[in-house]
């Protein structure tokens, strides 16, 4: 059990570009999980996958954020057209049905 | 009104000292109750997991939900400056379902 994990650590891009992160959960948990999270704050929950099924988006992800998970193993989560307001961390969860979640150490964002 | 409320602190207490941490929330159908303890640059790590009311004990650590009152409680004995971290609690009606956060409290456990 390696745990969650993220690529890349920390990100820095211009506004208005385009940016993916990725995130491999612990093998054999079916459920995937993104969340977003600013400094001083909890986690927000954006989206999640039971296997490769996206089942829910909260009504925080616009248009300009797409996730995905294909073969229901590795997930991404790609931003378009960056802007200032993105710049966060962003979490990827994963869990077993029934089980609680277990965190990645996240993808920090920063739009200059 | 947030639907989790947890003082941000920061909390400073001295090594060895018995910490309190809480919540309250406002939606009574919420489940399911976790502590995660957070690093700074780090994804938070799983602490406690309990399902309805009652009492929980890990090592130093004891999860309390008093769902009549909506307001839970971690207790950490005999902490240790490693203990220093954000600790934030989390809730969901459904064990799959999405997590609903607090802000974290900033705890600091001086030598």
């Known amino acids: 059990d390696t745990g969650v994990s993220q690529d890349p650590r920390h990100k820095i891009t211009k506004r208005g570009q385009n940016v993916t992160f990725r995130c491999d959960p612990i093998?054999?948990?079916?459920?995937l999980y993104w969340y977003r999270q600013t400094l001083g704050q909890g986690p927000e929950f954006l989206t999640y996958?039971?296997?490769?099924?996206?089942?829910?988006k909260s009504r925080l992800l616009s248009d300009r954020f797409s996730a995905e998970r294909p073969k229901g193993s590795f997930s991404t989560l790609e931003i378009q057209r960056t802007e200032q307001g993105d710049s966060a961390m962003y979490l990827c969860?994963?869990?077993?049905?029934?089980?609680?979640?277990?965190f990645g150490d996240g993808t920090r964002l920063s739009i200059l | 009104q947030k639907e989790v409320e947890q003082d941000p602190g920061p909390l400073s207490v001295p090594e060895g000292a018995i910490v309190s941490l809480n919540c309250t929330y406002s939606?009574?159908?919420?489940?399911?109750f976790m502590w995660y303890r957070q690093y700074s640059r780090k994804g938070p790590e799983l602490l406690m997991y309990?399902?309805s009311s009652g009492n929980k004990e890990d090592g130093r650590f004891t999860a309390q939900v008093d769902k009549s009152s909506k307001y839970i409680s971690l207790f950490i004995r005999d902490s240790q400056p490693s203990d220093s971290a954000t600790y934030l609690c989390?809730?969901?009606?459904?064990?799959?379902?999405?997590?609903?956060w607090g802000a974290g409290t900033k705890l600091i456990i001086k030598p």
């Open positions: 309990t399902y």
């Open positions: 969860a994963s869990g077993r049905t029934g089980q609680p979640q277990h």
């Open positions: 939606n009574s159908a919420f489940q399911y």
């Open positions: 093998s054999e948990h079916n459920r």
């Open positions: 996958f039971q296997n490769e099924a996206q089942l829910e």
């Open positions: 989390a809730m969901t009606l459904d064990s799959n379902y999405q997590l609903i």
